[in-house]
T-cell receptor, first 114, second 112 residues
Framework: EPEVTQTPSHQVTQMGQEVILRCVPISNHLYFYWYRQILGQKVEFLVSFYNNEISEKSEIFDDQFSVERPDGSNFTLKIRSTKLEDSAMYFCASSWDRSNEKLFFGSGTQLSVL | KQEVTQIPAALSVPEGENLVLNCSFTDSAIYNLQWFRQDPGKGLTSLLL?????REQTSGRLNASLDKSSGRSTLYIAASQPGDSATYLCAVMDSSASKIIFGSGTRLSIRP
């Protein structure tokens, strides 16, 4: 079965550094998402992306964050100047259809900011 | 603002029992509702998706129901097995159809 692939699985960084989290969505999917889950808390929406632009973003997704689909296969989340509170599991997800199909999630990148 | 609540937060039952997990949401203007499974340290796997016009969906031993007007969904697991042990998350796609909003999950443990 096709799957969403995320790299790296773990990322450790120093506070203030920039990180890029990478995702390869399922190849024929059109809608892309980033979510995060702080340990012990709910899975939170960050941003949705379609047709090379952001569809919606949460209040968490401030100027520190950006997303990009640099080519036909990758979907990246960049966090500039990381903070301690950015430590979380970050999940990428994709779907073929906006509202009629299941959302497929990657296995996540565990980001630790020291 | 849409809020999704799941009860109970944790549940432990002996193998073979049938069980029900509950989900409620505050805004009935949803496109669909999904139930996900999350294993420790892993990603989320979509188990069932119910469109807003549907009442239920079934997959194997799983049956999910949706009562949109009352803002409730249940996930029924028949003949539970130790391999069913995981956290089960309920999520609704809100009226913008641009995101899904998760509940906090029910951590299920099936005792052999």
């Amino acid at each position: 079965e096709p799957e969403v692939t995320q790299t790296p699985s773990h990322q450790v960084t120093q506070m203030g550094q920039e990180v890029i989290l990478r995702c390869v969505p399922i190849s024929n999917h059109l809608y892309f998402y980033w979510y995060r889950q702080i340990l012990g808390q709910k899975v939170e929406f960050l941003v949705s992306f379609y047709n090379n632009e952001i569809s919606e973003k949460s209040e968490i997704f401030d100027d520190q964050f950006s997303v990009e689909r640099p080519d036909g296969s990758n979907f990246t989340l960049k966090i500039r100047s990381t903070k301690l509170e950015d430590s979380a599991m970050y999940f990428c997800a994709s779907s073929w259809d906006r509202s009629n199909e299941k959302l497929f999630f990657g296995s996540g990148t565990q980001l630790s900011v020291l | 603002k849409q809020e999704v609540t799941q009860i109970p937060a944790a549940l432990s039952v002996p193998e073979g029992e049938n069980l029900v997990l509950n989900c409620s949401f505050t805004d009935s203007a949803i496109y669909n509702l999904q139930w996900f499974r999350q294993d420790p340290g892993k990603g989320l796997t979509s188990l069932l998706l119910i469109q807003s016009s549907q009442r239920e969906q079934t997959s194997g031993r799983l049956n999910a129901s949706l009562d949109k007007s009352s803002g409730r969904s249940t996930l029924y697991i028949a003949a539970s097995q130790p391999g069913d042990s995981a956290t089960y998350l309920c999520a609704v796609m809100d009226s913008s159809a641009s995101k899904i909003i998760f509940g906090s999950g029910t951590r299920l443990s099936i005792r052999p």
